[in-house]
T-cell receptor, first 115, second 111 residues
């Protein structure tokens, strides 16, 4: 069974540019989460999808960040325009139906560098 | 904010048991204790979770005190590949809720 995959693994962009991160959850997982770790800080929750609906977006830092999950499969996280403080590692995680598992499966992350 | 406190680091010898402590004195009755770890450059990995009883799986054991205010993760025979940052996380019932990570404890396993 394939795990959670994220693309790209690394991205280097200039301040003011746009970047789109992609996450492919484990097949059949309804729950999809985005987290990020910025330099020197803890891993922070960004948002949670259940299928295509946003269940909790309390961690989204500002309106420069837009997350989508059309069709309830893969998800994208767009940062527009990117700022220096957006640099960090962005993790995606997925989990199946709540009655089945309490574990979140994480992808390897996308390292974003804004210069 | 994280509801747990952990020492910043510890080490142990390869082959010995690693006992990682965690304090969660403000834990509520409906909150579980979860442990995850992050090996360098990888995403966090689930290890184990529990409510009030001790739990064991193929990776580790989780010992929760009777008052539930602290717990210990035990890796029975640590290997070099267990070197990682270990996170103790308190999480509300409702398995789809978010994870709140703290600073974690860095475990270094020495040969």
């Amino acid at each position: 069974e394939a795990g959670v995959t994220q693309f790209p693994s690394h991205s280097v962009i200039e301040k003011g540019q746009t970047v789109t991160l992609r996450c492919d959850p484990i097949s059949g997982h309804d729950n999809l989460y985005w987290y990020r770790r910025v330099m020197g800080k803890e891993i922070k929750f960004l948002l949670h999808f259940v299928k295509e609906s946003k269940q909790d977006e309390s961690g989204m830092p500002n309106n420069r960040f837009l997350a989508e999950r059309t069709g309830g499969t893969y998800s994208t996280l767009k940062v527009q325009p990117a700022e220096l403080e957006d640099s960090g590692v962005y993790f995606c995680a997925s989990s199946p139906d709540v009655q089945v598992s309490y574990e979140q499966y994480f992808g390897p992350g996308t390292r974003l560098t804004v210069t | 904010d994280a509801k747990t406190t952990q020492p910043p680091s510890m080490d142990c010898a390869e082959g010995r048991a690693a006992n990682l402590p965690c304090n969660h004195s403000t834990i509520s009755g409906n909150e579980y204790v979860y442990w995850y770890r992050q090996i360098h450059s990888q995403g966090p990995q689930y290890i184990i979770h529990g409510l009030k009883n001790n739990e064991t799986n193929e990776m580790a054991s989780l010992i929760i005190t009777e008052d539930r205010k602290s717990s210990t993760l035990i890796l029975p025979h640590a290997t070099l590949r267990d070197t990682a940052v270990y996170y103790c996380i308190v999480r509300a019932t409702g398995a789809n809720s978010k994870l709140t990570f703290g600073k974690g404890i860095t475990l270094s396993v020495r040969p």
